[in-house]
């Protein structure tokens, strides 16, 4: 990153570029290159986020 933030890619955009976030949700950037991100850790585990379920409708 240009300003040494670290960070968590949460999604990959249709042009290539990626939206990095830190744990708390906070926007680092909303579209940055590859070429400009450096890899600290690869992962051991899957992040996964919770929501409540909603009933069907018949």
């Known amino acids: ?3 040494r933030r670290k960070g968590f890619i ?3 955009r249709s042009s290539g570029s990626f939206d ?3 744990l708390d949700n ?3 950037s909303a579209g940055i290159s ?3 991100l ?3 850790e690869k992962r051991k585990t ?3 986020e ?3 379920r909603l009933p069907l409708h018949a």
């Open 20 to 22: 990095v976030r830190t």
């Open 10 to 12: 949460f999604g990959r």
């Open 50 to 52: 919770r929501g409540m």
């Open 46 to 48: 899957i992040l996964m």
């Open 1 to 3: 990153m240009p300003d």
């Open 26 to 28: 906070e926007k680092i």
């Open 38 to 40: 450096k890899t600290l």
């Open 34 to 36: 590859c070429k400009k």
